[in-house]
């Protein structure tokens, strides 16, 4: 949550730093806030959403300058709360990403000692904390500082009259731009893309200067090297290019997503040791979550491999007993609660495997190895092609593990059926959700993931109350709610789980329930039975829940455009959640 930027170089600082919030928004979007110096600090922040309410940060003079695009967790979102927090002489200048534990007492202390706080946040210690370690060298301040820190933060400090910007990292992700008498610090490598290819990965207990002269990494006081790697994002892939929202042209990018991801991941890409585990437990969250579930039907089915899955907010606190490996699935590679399952998992010793979209992050640090998906940068908070390509990386998977099982050629079609079903008119369906409060979306076995996918993408951009269930649960307990005026989408593949799909179906729709069907087309048996029919290409099982994923997808935005909803930006989310 909460995204960052630091710029030393020959622009105007606000311009670079402004275009790349304007990336980082995903990461959270109710304030914002610009320091730079020229040499005086000048500041400006305020709520909102900096796309909106750029042009006055965009004013501030000088070519070194930190900002910032917040999701609150500590003090409601205000003009207050925003970063950049000053020092009492308002020399120091601090942007976070993350949460300072310990801040309560901190700022007790600091109090006591004559400080004068401005907001409720815990990011105000910092500044604060800097100020008394600061005789001239920041540096020395920041390594000071964040001796006293508890939690997880990734900062970059300025001061007035200082050239320079320091950025330290625990546990929050930081990464460093370096480019031609130019340097960058960011929360991701998109601020970066169109400025440099070239980028530094911090790791955690790195504090690193940028100054004119260049940038050097300390970790824990000593100085490091760190490697230089190079990015190849282009700067199309964080553009909307034509499209009216970044979900849309995300839905619109999958069939070349799952043919990339699909066949990146060849049998180089997996060690012998993950090929036959006596168990895998997968830990996940959000669509990722649902991802790992669709893994634990195929996986058990296919290669008779007894496959967990679970919560990464639950992991940490209950763990089960641990045979085999464990695999965590993180589009960012940033999660909290991932990444704390993973720490986990090795302190368990199990071996650890990571599927992630983002080289260089968190995760591929931590995990012992990591399969990557090709999804390209994600920029709205809806997960879609980051889901498409995770499942074709854990398709593969299962294709690697039991070779004889056939997916890879049954696979071959996926990317033509995706093609299919995104030019479909789905205007009908849209008009019976539209005015819907509450939704149900139900299938059974490998359905059933997709059926809680598509009900969290509908309720998390069109605001509207959507239930995924395994569709025979539906009896105990649900059906109470259903009526004329609670549409039901039901799942409805050809496959073991068909003709029972087909009870259910009728059982919902006795109680009034009006019926969205999506099953192969041409099935006039479901035809004939439900409101509105979306048909999917008749292909192998997989290649049509891979087909509804995206038609899911498409129903839930056209839903949520239709009732003038951020698509892109729903309210109190954030894309990544850094935060437990
Ligand atoms: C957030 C996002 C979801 C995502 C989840 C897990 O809630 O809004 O789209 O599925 O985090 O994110 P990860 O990066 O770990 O896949």
């Not at 990317?415 to 079903?421: G, L, P, R, T, Y």
């Not at 076995?445 to 059926?451: E, H, R």
């Not at 019926?515 to 048996?525: C, K, P, S, T, W």
């Amino acid at each position: 949550m909460c995204g960052i930027v630091g710029y030393i170089g020959f622009r105007s600082a606000a311009d670079v730093i402004v275009e790349g919030l304007q990336k980082l928004e995903y990461r959270g979007y109710d304030s914002f806030g610009v320091a730079t110096s020229n040499p005086h600090l000048a500041v400006y922040k305020c709520e909102g959403k900096i796309s909106e309410k750029f042009e006055k940060a965009r004013e501030l003079h000088g070519s070194i300058g930190v900002g910032h695009t917040r999701w609150a967790t500590h003090g409601v979102p205000s003009d207050r709360n925003a970063h950049p927090h000053l020092d009492c002489t308002g020399r120091i200048a601090v942007v976070h990403n993350g949460i300072i534990e310990n801040y309560s007492a901190l700022t007790r202390e600091l109090k006591e000692r004559g400080h004068t706080f401005l907001s409720e946040t815990d990011t105000e210690v910092v500044a604060h904390l800097i100020e008394e370690a600061y005789d001239g060298d920041l540096r020395a301040a920041v390594a000071q500082a964040i001796t006293h820190l508890k939690g997880s933060y990734a900062l970059l400090v300025t001061a007035e009259g200082h050239e320079e910007i320091v950025a330290a990292r625990d546990s929050s992700p930081l990464v460093l731009g370096i480019g031609d008498q130019e340097l960058f610090a960011a929360s991701d490598v998109t601020p970066l893309i169109g400025y440099t290819e070239r980028v530094v990965y911090l790791d955690d207990g790195d504090l690193a200067t940028l100054d004119r002269e260049g940038w050097h990494v300390y970790h824990h006081g000593t100085p490091v090297k760190r490697a230089i790697e190079h990015v190849d994002w282009d700067v199309e892939t964080v553009r909307k290019g034509g499209f009216p929202h970044y979900m849309l042209k995300e839905i619109f990018e999958q069939p070349k997503v799952f043919y990339d991801t699909f066949h990146g991941i060849t049998p180089e890409s997996l060690p012998e040791r993950y090929r036959r585990p006596s168990e895998i437990t997968v830990v996940a969250c959000g669509s990722s979550y649902h991802a790992g579930l669709v893994f634990k039907y195929l996986c058990e089915s296919t290669c008779r491999i007894p496959v967990r899955a679970e919560l990464g907010s639950e992991f940490k606190y209950f763990t089960p007993p641990l045979k085999g490996i464990v695999m965590v699935i993180t589009q960012s590679g940033e999660t909290a609660d991932t990444l704390a399952a993973l720490k986990k998992a090795k302190a368990y010793n199990c071996p650890t495997l990571a599927i992630t979209n983002v080289l260089g992050s968190t995760v591929t640090r931590i995990a012992d190895h990591t399969l990557y998906m090709r999804a390209g940068p994600e920029i709205s908070v809806a997960a879609t092609k980051s889901f498409v390509a995770q499942l074709a990386v854990l398709m593969q998977l299962v294709n690697l593990m039991s070779p004889k099982s056939g997916l890879s050629g049954s696979l071959e079609r996926a990317n033509s059926a995706i093609d299919e079903v995104l030019l479909q008119d789905i205007g009908r369906a849209v008009e019976i959700c539209r005015p819907a409060e509450h939704l149900f979306y139900v299938g059974r076995g490998l359905f059933y993931p997709i059926a809680l996918e598509g009900a969290l993408k509908m309720k998390e951009i069109s605001y509207i109350h959507a239930e995924g269930y395994a569709a025979g649960e539906l009896k105990h307990g649900p059906f109470a709610l259903l009526s004329e005026e609670t549409p039901v989408v039901a799942l409805c593949s050809p496959g073991d789980t068909y003709s029972i799909m087909l009870s259910n179906i009728k059982e919902m729709k006795a109680r009034k329930a009006p019926i969205i069907g999506i099953g192969a087309r041409g099935d006039r048996e479901l035809i004939d039975i439900v409101d509105v029919f979306l048909p999917i290409p008749e292909s192998h099982e997989l290649v049509q829940l891979i087909a509804t994923s995206v038609l899911l997808q498409q129903l839930a935005y056209q839903t949520a455009v239709a009732l003038g909803r951020d698509v892109d930006q729903p309210r109190n989310l954030a894309k990544s959640v850094t935060v437990e």
